[in-house]
C-alpha cells in the first residue's frame, strides 16, 4: 500500500509558486525583457491598494501599453505576479502602505493605525448623528486618515518593487536560458561524440 505524502503548508505554497510563477517565466517564448517586463507590470498592480482588481488593472495596462504606446509585455507573468500580494499578505501590505503614507504626509503622531481606524467609529458611536451625517463623517474620515495615506504609500513600495522585479527576473530568466542553452550543448555534442 502506497503511504501518502503529507506536506507541510510551507512545502506546498513553495509549489504554487513554483508551478504558477516560475515555470511561466521559464516557458515563454518571448524574450527574457518581455518576460520580465511583464513580471516587472504585475508586480507594480499587485503593490496597490486595489486587491480583487489587479488583475484587470494588468489587463488595462496591457491593453493600453500595446494600443497606445506600442510597448509590449508577458501578460500571462504579469497576471500570475499579481498573486504576490493574496489573501494572507494583503493586510501587511496594506498596513504597510499605510505607515508609509502617513511618514510621507508628515503625521508622526499616530503611526500605530488601529487607533485611527478605532476613532472612526467612536465618532460615530459619540455623534449622536444621524445615520446619513455618520456615514458622510465616516467615508471622509476614512478618505483622509486611511485612503489617502493608504495610496500615496504604495508608490514608492510599487516602484522599489517594479524596479527590483524586473532586474531579478531579467537575471532569472537569462541565467535559466543559458545553463538550458549549455545543457543541449552538451547533449548534441555528448550525443554525436558516441556515434
Known amino acids: 500500500m502506497a503511504r501518502l505524502h503529507k506536506s507541510s503548508w510551507f512545502?506546498?505554497?513553495?509549489?504554487?509558486?513554483?508551478?504558477?510563477?516560475?515555470?511561466?517565466?521559464?516557458?515563454?517564448?518571448?524574450?527574457?525583457?518581455?518576460?520580465?517586463?511583464?513580471?516587472?507590470v504585475g508586480v507594480v498592480c499587485a503593490m496597490t491598494p486595489f486587491f480583487g482588481a489587479q488583475m484587470l488593472l494588468v489587463l488595462a495596462v496591457w491593453i493600453a501599453a500595446r494600443k497606445l504606446f506600442t510597448w509590449d509585455f508577458s501578460l500571462v507573468n504579469g497576471l500570475a505576479w499579481t498573486w504576490s500580494t493574496n489573501v494572507f499578505t494583503v493586510i501587511p501590505a496594506y498596513y504597510l502602505f499605510w505607515l508609509t503614507g502617513q511618514i510621507i504626509l508628515g503625521r508622526f503622531d499616530d503611526l500605530t493605525g488601529y487607533d485611527?481606524?478605532?476613532?472612526?467609529?467612536?465618532?460615530?458611536?459619540?455623534?449622536?448623528?444621524?445615520?446619513?451625517?455618520?456615514?458622510?463623517?465616516?467615508?471622509?474620515?476614512?478618505?483622509?486618515?486611511?485612503?489617502?495615506?493608504?495610496?500615496?504609500?504604495?508608490?514608492?513600495?510599487?516602484?522599489?518593487?517594479?524596479?527590483?522585479?524586473?532586474?531579478?527576473?531579467?537575471?532569472?530568466?537569462?541565467?535559466?536560458?543559458?545553463?538550458?542553452?549549455?545543457?543541449m550543448s552538451l547533449q548534441r555534442n555528448g550525443a554525436t561524440s558516441d556515434i
Request: with cysteine; charged share 25%.
Open 11 to 40: 512545502e506546498r505554497l513553495k509549489r504554487i509558486a513554483r508551478y504558477r510563477l516560475h515555470i511561466p517565466m521559464k516557458r515563454s517564448r518571448h524574450d527574457p525583457e518581455h518576460v520580465a517586463r511583464g513580471v516587472m
Open 116 to 183: 485611527s481606524f478605532k476613532s472612526i467609529f467612536d465618532a460615530w458611536n459619540e455623534s449622536g448623528a444621524s445615520y446619513r451625517d455618520a456615514v458622510s463623517y465616516g467615508v471622509n474620515e476614512f478618505f483622509w486618515k486611511w485612503a489617502v495615506p493608504l495610496s500615496i504609500g504604495c508608490v514608492p513600495w510599487a516602484i522599489l518593487s517594479g524596479w527590483l522585479s524586473y532586474r531579478l527576473s531579467l537575471q532569472f530568466v537569462t541565467q535559466y536560458r543559458r545553463s538550458r542553452e549549455l545543457r
